[in-house]
């Protein structure tokens, strides 16, 4: 059975022989059963065509996903959760929250192989929507959460660059800034 896009192109390419046939003023006895031909081929189709939506309607409805591929929402526990409750990471030892949305952010770009939509993606699959991390991955809307970096952030990840900086290293008069 042809797919709905094959028999939409059939019915195109017929519609094109029509057109290219209605432009000329005398037929031959060729173009005539040509144009006949299209004819019948372009009501065949228009028949064809909604069976074929049908079934593939019908199909699509009775799918079900192969085995590993079913997708169960994850839903962080945030009274537990290191990335919302400070308290909470500083008794485990990892620091402040910032920085782990921070290494979180990250360690879904990696996972996403640098690519920050997948990585949200990810990070909604692990986390879910509304946790810190997710949020911070949106990168559409500024004021969701949508900022690479969000600004809350910019001073932690300053801090964390440092010590990466070349010419930090050299020694240089260092002349704070606000941002």
Same mark, same amino acid.
């Given at each position: 059975? !042809?797919?709905?896009?094959? $028999?939409?192109?059939? *019915?195109?390419?017929a519609v094109e022989t029509l057109k290219n046939?209605?432009?000329?003023?005398?037929?031959?006895?060729?173009?005539?059963?040509?144009?006949?031909?299209?004819?019948r081929r372009v009501a065949n189709l228009d028949v064809e065509i909604p069976k074929a939506r049908a079934a593939q309607a019908a199909i699509a409805a009775g799918a079900s996903p192969v085995s590993g591929q079913e997708r169960t929402p994850h839903v962080a526990d945030v009274t537990r959760d290191p990335y919302t409750d400070e308290e909470y990471a500083k008794r485990r030892g990892l620091g402040n929250s910032r920085s782990l949305v921070i290494g979180a952010m990250a *360690?879904?770009?990696? $996972?996403?192989?640098?690519? !920050?939509?997948?990585? *949200?993606?990810?990070?909604?699959?692990?986390?879910?929507?509304?946790? !810190?991390v997710t949020r911070a991955l949106v990168t559409s809307v500024g004021s969701s959460g949508g900022f690479i970096v969000p600004p809350d952030y910019y001073n932690e990840i300053i801090e964390l660059l440092r010590p990466q900086a070349v010419v930090r290293s050299s020694g240089p008069r260092v002349i704070p800034m606000p941002r």
């Amino acid at each position: 059975m !042809p797919s709905v896009n094959e $028999l939409v192109q059939q *019915r195109a390419a017929a519609v094109e022989t029509l057109k290219n046939l209605a432009a000329k003023d005398i037929l031959s006895a060729d173009e005539q059963a040509s144009w006949e031909n299209s004819e019948r081929r372009v009501a065949n189709l228009d028949v064809e065509i909604p069976k074929a939506r049908a079934a593939q309607a019908a199909i699509a409805a009775g799918a079900s996903p192969v085995s590993g591929q079913e997708r169960t929402p994850h839903v962080a526990d945030v009274t537990r959760d290191p990335y919302t409750d400070e308290e909470y990471a500083k008794r485990r030892g990892l620091g402040n929250s910032r920085s782990l949305v921070i290494g979180a952010m990250a *360690r879904m770009c990696g $996972l996403a192989g640098g690519n !920050p939509i997948l990585a *949200r993606q990810v990070a909604a699959q692990m986390y879910g929507e509304s946790h !810190p991390v997710t949020r911070a991955l949106v990168t559409s809307v500024g004021s969701s959460g949508g900022f690479i970096v969000p600004p809350d952030y910019y001073n932690e990840i300053i801090e964390l660059l440092r010590p990466q900086a070349v010419v930090r290293s050299s020694g240089p008069r260092v002349i704070p800034m606000p941002r």
